[in-house]
């Protein structure tokens, strides 16, 4: 999966065939993130890869302003119908130039494991440029724990390919800092997500990692 265009195909794809295939419940770190935000005052939340809205609706129902990203038009229309609260816009999270908006904190979920590194630096940067100074990032990442850990082809260290060009890096948490380093870390950590697509629930075991830009 080489391209922007290639992810857009995959992505569009996969929600066309299994719907809201992640269900309707946020994640435990969006509802953690609710908490952060408000006692740091933040009101405008850019949410890069925001799917049909499941963790953007959280937001946008807990009084903040929601802009979410999508690459997949598929998601995005699920997503306005879903979450109409949300400003959902179609674009890539390695190229959101087409949104010159500045904004208190990033909530990105599930998203930066999903590139190989050069795109995932890209990708941070991409973030970094769009929250003002002295703003937050909550990143939330698959871990080195998770168990489909090790399954599929390995394209790079930590990174396999457990379906057909569709990238998952698992992180260390040593890494995932080192990869904020030139951020003001304030903490991170473990955390379980309980999801079920269709065949029982399941546990992920996340990192999440909350960082302040420096002002």
Request: charged share 30%; with cysteine.
């Amino acid at each position: 999966m080489n391209s922007i265009m290639d992810k857009k195909t995959y992505w569009d794809k996969r929600f066309q065939d299994e719907g809201y295939v992640w269900g309707t419940s946020p994640s435990q770190t969006a509802a953690r993130a609710v908490e952060i935000f408000r006692k740091n005052g933040v009101q405008r939340i850019l949410v890069p890869g925001s799917g049909y809205g499941r963790n953007t609706k959280l937001f946008s129902e807990s009084g903040f302003d929601v802009t979410g990203i999508e690459i997949s038009e598929v998601a995005s229309e699920m997503a306005r119908e879903y979450d109409p609260q949300t400003r959902t816009r179609s674009g890539s999270a390695l190229d959101m130039s087409f949104a010159p908006e500045q904004y208190d904190a990033i909530y990105c979920y599930n998203v930066l494991h999903l590139f190989r590194e050069k795109e995932r630096k890209l990708c941070l940067k991409q973030c970094a440029d769009k929250v003002r100074d002295d703003g937050l990032l909550f990143f939330v990442v698959f871990s080195e724990k998770e168990p489909s850990f090790g399954k599929g082809q390995e394209v790079e260290k930590n990174t396999f390919e457990s379906r057909p060009g569709r990238p998952v890096h698992y992180f260390a948490e040593a890494e995932l800092r080192d990869y904020f380093k030139d951020f003001q870390i304030i903490e991170s950590g473990i955390a379980e997500d309980t999801e079920n697509h269709g065949e029982g629930p399941h546990t992920h075991v996340l990192l999440y990692i909350l960082a302040r830009k420096p002002g």
